[in-house]
T-cell receptor, first 110, second 112 residues
Framework: NAGVTQTPKFQVLKTGQSMTLQCAQD?????MSWYRQDPGMGLRLIHY???????DQGEVPNGYNVSRSTTEDFPLRLLSAAPSQTSVYFC?????????FGQGTRLTVV | SQQGEEDPQALSIQEGENATMNCSYK?????LQWYRQNSGRGLVHLIL?????REKHSGRLRVTLDTSKKSSSLLITASRAADTASYFC????????????FGTGTRLQVTL
């Protein structure tokens, strides 16, 4: 039982490049979310999903896309990376009130 | 931003002492949770208190909630060096954890 797995752990992108951050959970959780964490701040919600095929925007969705084709996977896409997207990204899944987090992806955009 | 605030931002204590951190939030909530984050790692759920509860205990953790003041506190008793981490409060508007709003965190350092 791996829980929530995020790949890659580290990534450096050039401005304008695109990439997908992967998130997979093996707990059969209905809910999945993406957060970003910047220095001195808590986590801010980017996008979330309440089930396969259903996604919605969080507090800071601009520049990011998501899809949820299966219960297990919830990838986050950066279409055209910008330096402002340099951050640590966390994926979380939940069945009820308690969220389980992945180990994070540290992304640097230069 | 709907983020809550936590204070203090940083707290340094000696092993065996108690640590208290506070959280304020802005909107009506369904529940408030506390998470711990060790350096460079993901967040781990510690304890949840629902809006109709005032106090809850779990091991060395005690959390209180005052919905009239929109505030909560987390007390860690008899701190250990292993408690060194950042602690975040998070509020949920519903009974699910799909849309949590996090505070800015308290960095706790417990020294021997």
């Amino acid at each position: 039982n791996a829980g929530v797995t995020q790949t890659p752990k580290f990534q450096v992108l050039k401005t304008g490049q695109s990439m997908t951050l992967q998130c997979a959970q093996d707990m059969n959780h209905e809910y999945m979310s993406w957060y970003r964490q910047d220095p001195g701040m808590g986590l801010r919600l980017i996008h979330y999903s309440v089930g396969a095929g259903i996604t919605d925007q969080g507090e800071v969705p601009n520049g990011y896309n998501v899809s949820r084709s299966t219960t297990e996977d919830f990838p986050l896409r950066l279409l055209s990376a910008a330096p402002s997207q340099t951050s640590v990204y966390f994926c979380a899944s939940s069945r009820d009130s308690e969220a389980f987090f992945g180990q994070g992806t540290r992304l640097t955009v230069v | 931003s709907q983020q809550g605030e936590e204070d203090p931002q940083a707290l340094s204590i000696q092993e065996g002492e108690n640590a208290t951190m506070n959280c304020s939030y802005k909107t009506s909530i369904n529940n408030l949770q506390w998470y711990r984050q060790n350096s460079g790692r993901g967040l781990v759920h510690l304890i949840l208190i629902r809006s109709n509860e005032r106090e809850k205990h779990s091991g060395r953790l005690r959390v209180t909630l005052d919905t009239s003041k929109k505030s909560s506190s987390l007390l860690i008793t008899a701190s250990r060096a292993a408690d060194t981490a950042s602690y975040f409060c998070a509020t949920g508007l519903t009974g699910t954890a799909s849309k949590l709003t996090f505070g800015t965190g308290t960095r706790l350092q417990v020294t021997l």
